[in-house]
């Protein structure tokens, strides 16, 4: 089959990516594997996470503030742009997309056009891929609401704070805010973001403890007009694009979430099939969003 587009990928402009991530590389990669077609969407993380003492792991790029909170690295979107200019004239048989991965736009509404009119672009609308994502949630450390000094937490530490089935469910109101926002996004990135984390000695994923939680997000997502990622860093369980189908969600699309080459379009045979078998089918061309069948 003809692999469907890499829609969510990061290179070394990505704070979390710099020292495995590597544009030209990833691009050669692609047209290795017969890739017709990807989109750097390099992190955008604007929310502080504290890190309560913890140290950072050690590809993270970024600083720690008086109050003890990483602030991710900011993206050096002018740089980047002409690195993608440089690899569409390198490998000018793939569809290079432009665009970026937005941590919870709807709590920066300011900050974002900021960023992007630095580079000369008025808006999101002058990049090619637009991805909005959830990575915090509340910082909860004694039961209570966050306070203003520590604010939120990265959604891997939230296990720490609450019990598995509710940082899922949080996690999921958030994505619900997001989705019901006016934030300037087209597509929302790994909806099961938490699940990568989820503690072995849990057991197994509780999908019917979930499955409200996911659906109502899946709903908000589908009335906003926008498209779902289905993100193969962690195989998504078919029952959630059922639950997208049934929801009214009209576009998918496909996301390695790959921080260096090797992992691009990874287990992507598989996942499209997947994909086709529950209610979608590609599109007439590589790089489009796949539709409801």
């Known amino acids: 089959m003809v692999l469907p587009q890499d829609g969510h990928v990061h290179s070394q402009f990505s704070w ?10 990833t691009c050669a990669r692609a047209v290795a594997i017969g890739l017709r077609s990807l989109a750097f969407t390099e992190h955008v993380d604007l929310t502080p996470w504290a890190l309560h003492g913890r140290d950072l792991p050690a590809h993270y790029t970024g600083r720690v503030d008086e109050h003890g909170r990483f602030l991710a690295q900011p993206l050096a979107i ?4 002409e690195e993608v200019d440089r690899c569409r004239r390198a ?11 937005l941590s ?13 009119a630095a580079a000369g672009l008025a808006g999101t609308g002058g990049l090619d891929r637009v991805i909005g994502s959830v990575h ?81 997000a899946l709903g908000a997502l589908a009335s906003s007009g926008r498209a779902l ?15 997208w189908h049934e929801a009214g969600g009209q576009a998918v699309v496909f996301g ?17 099939a997947m994909v086709q078998a529950h209610g979608f089918r590609p599109g007439a061309v590589p790089h489009e969003f796949w539709g409801r069948a």
């Open 16 to 25: 979390d990516a710099i020292a495995g991530g590597d544009m030209h590389a």
């Open 78 to 81: 002018a740089a980047y742009l």
């Open 91 to 101: 490998f000018p048989a793939l569809r290079i997309l432009s665009g970026v991965e």
């Open 104 to 116: 919870e736009p709807h709590r920066h509404p300011g900050a974002v056009p900021g960023l992007l």
């Open 136 to 216: 915090a949630l509340d910082d909860v450390p004694t039961g209570g609401r966050h306070t203003d000094a520590a604010g939120f937490v990265e959604v891997v530490d939230g296990y720490l704070q609450r019990a598995p089935v509710d940082v899922v469910v949080a996690y999921l109101e958030e994505v619900t805010a997001l989705a019901g926002s006016d934030a300037d996004f087209a597509v929302l990135g790994h909806i099961d973001y938490p699940l990568r984390s989820w503690p072995e000695a849990a057991g197994p994923v509780p999908w019917p403890a979930l499955e409200e939680a996911f659906r109502v």
């Open 229 to 243: 990622e289905v993100n193969t860093r962690l195989p998504l369980s078919p029952r959630v694009v059922t639950w």
């Open 256 to 272: 390695s979430d790959a921080h260096r080459p090797d992992d691009l379009a990874h287990d992507f045979v598989e996942t499209a």
